[in-house]
């Protein structure tokens, strides 16, 4: 059994809580990444890696030794370090003759690999290339894909689920207007994969809303899809399914238009609309004969007394 698989009952508090932030959760914690160098790495992979390290700090963890490994072809390196460092996703550089400047994106699931794809880096600009202001450490990106192929082809569709997994960030619950200053782009065009990445300047616009403009301010990445990964149907749909807790349980009786207008219906007994008292009105009062015919008879008229 691995030493990471064993049943281990903690002997101090601190060991404790370390323990109980690592089970399961009904709102799971941020998803952190680890950035691995491969053993052959060249100095554009590692520059990489560093500058996709600043933009998803502090949700990541980045291997400055270099690990021989190759994921396609043993999987059990990536999943150590997986429990290891407590992280669900992954990005792995190399570079070799056969496959030159490669990426291999991914995630885990459970802490076993359940995608990957691999990327060939085609044109890099770093961050230190681009000199403009950069937004700072833990800014939440905003996610924009552009193109046809991330709605059509099944892998484009699963990288694109990737790359929001992984700049995602952590979910939070309200956003303010002067939050929103990063955006990363991404366009799939001509079986490429372009990269950019932008800040956000509001200008003076003489209203309420201001005008904006986009700033390039790297990293940015040219790539071009490789090899693929890709987990069954039946893996994929286990890993998505919720647990009950987080399920919004069904109130009866109630339903919703199109138009998010609520109705409610209440169930009451029947009723004898004869017996409905209306409202008391002199045009509404009966008079005596009605009253008599009612009863069944007319009752005689006293003698008026002299």
Do not use: W
Not at 86 to 95: E, V
Not at 173 to 201: C, N, Q
Not at 205 to 226: A, F, Q, T, Y
């Amino acid at each position: 059994m691995d030493a990471l698989d064993r049943v281990v009952k903690p002997k101090t508090k601190r060991a404790k809580r370390f323990l109980e932030k690592r089970e399961p959760k009904l709102n799971e914690n941020t998803k952190n990444a680890m950035l691995i160098k491969g053993g052959n790495a060249n100095l554009t992979v590692t520059e990489v890696l560093k500058d996709i390290y600043a933009v998803k700090k502090p949700f990541a963890v980045l291997y400055k030794r270099k690990n021989i490994t190759r994921p396609f072809e043993d999987q059990t390196s990536l999943e150590f370090f997986s429990k290891k460092s407590d992280c669900s996703l992954f990005l792995f550089g190399s570079h070799n003759k056969k496959r030159p400047n490669n990426l291999i994106i991914g995630r885990m699931f459970d802490y076993h690999v359940l995608d990957m794809i691999e990327l060939g880096i085609e044109k890099f600009v770093s961050l230190k290339d681009i000199k403009n202001s950069k937004c700072p450490e833990g800014t939440k990106p905003m996610l924009i894909f552009a193109g046809d192929m991330f709605d059509v082809n099944e892998e484009y569709r699963r990288l694109k689920s990737l790359l929001l997994d992984f700049f995602r960030g952590p979910t939070v619950p309200s956003i303010r207007l002067a939050g929103l200053e990063y955006v990363l782009h991404f366009t799939a065009v001509d079986g490429k994969i372009y990269m950019r990445s932008y800040k956000v300047l509001l200008k003076k616009s003489g209203c309420k809303i201001p005008r904006i403009e986009l700033e390039e301010m790297g990293p940015s990445l040219d790539l071009v899809m490789r090899r693929t990964h890709l987990a069954s149907d039946d893996l994929y749909k286990l890993s998505l399914k919720q647990p009950k807790g987080l399920k919004p349980k069904k109130k009866k009786n109630i339903s919703h238009d199109v138009f998010g207008t609520t109705y409610g219906r209440i169930h009451m007994q029947k009723q004898d609309l004869s017996k409905l008292q209306t409202r008391k009105m002199k045009g509404l009062k009966k008079r005596p004969a009605e009253k008599s015919a009612e009863d069944g008879g007319a009752t005689p008229k006293k003698s008026k007394s002299a």
